[in-house]
């Protein structure tokens, strides 16, 4: 992955924490500003006895909100730049296949702005798959602004799966900076200054996440 990096950016996807904790959250009827919020350490499974415990030390009128896998550190925001992404998106697809990954092309569907993540994603699988893992990209997609990897493979791939949905959350698709989903007619993370562009020029910003690829002589 080195030639990535000193090609490109400065991101080394190996020094990249890929842990995920548990976030369990209870709340007060009637009063918004009244929540608990307990987060547990990195890889410690959710304790059901003392989320019970806790119910019953609150008392009348709370109740659970959610239970959430997050990643234990975010990915500091920013993204290669438009031209770089096809390169880069061949030589992961390239890393994939030699390491024995099924349906490697899926990393193509990365936009520009979610370069990082997919980095990470193919740096974990190729360690994993060399570690004997057996990992399958089913598919990668974008849903409703934030990412999708389906994939199949041990609890370890499963979970690399949730950090990435969860790393793409106010992640511009366009820069990789911070942003939030906007309705442009279809569901898309953008940053301020991309979603400005958006609205003058739908297809300048349409081409930063998803730039053509330049066509080959001859």
């Given at each position: 992955m080195n030639d990535i990096r000193d090609r490109y950016d400065t991101f080394d996807p190996a020094t990249v924490d890929h842990s995920m904790r548990w976030r369990w959250s209870m709340r007060r009827d009637g009063d918004e500003h009244a929540r608990l919020d307990l987060v547990l350490g990195a890889g410690e499974d959710p304790?059901?006895?003392l989320e019970e415990r806790l119910k019953a030390a609150l008392g009348a009128g709370w109740e659970p909100d959610c239970r959430r896998h997050e990643p234990t550190v975010r990915?500091?925001?920013g993204a290669p730049s438009s031209p770089a992404r096809a390169r880069i998106l061949d030589e992961l697809e390239h890393l994939l296949e030699a390491a024995g990954v099924r349906h490697a092309c899926c990393v193509q569907a990365f936009p520009t702005g979610w370069l990082h993540i997919a980095m990470v994603l193919v740096d974990r699988l190729c360690r994993w798959a060399a570690e004997g893992d057996e990992c399958t990209l089913d598919d990668v997609k974008e849903k409703y602004g934030t990412l999708r990897v389906h994939v199949y493979g041990s609890a370890r791939v499963q979970d690399l799966a949730d950090w990435c949905e969860e790393q793409s959350v106010a992640r511009c698709m366009a820069t990789g900076r911070e942003g939030r989903t906007r309705d442009t007619g279809w569901v898309l993370t953008?940053?301020?200054?991309?979603y400005a562009l958006h609205q003058r020029d739908r297809q300048t910003v349409e081409r930063m996440m998803y730039p053509p690829r330049e066509k080959a002589d001859g």
């Open positions: 304790d059901k006895t990915l500091p925001y953008l940053s301020d200054a991309a």
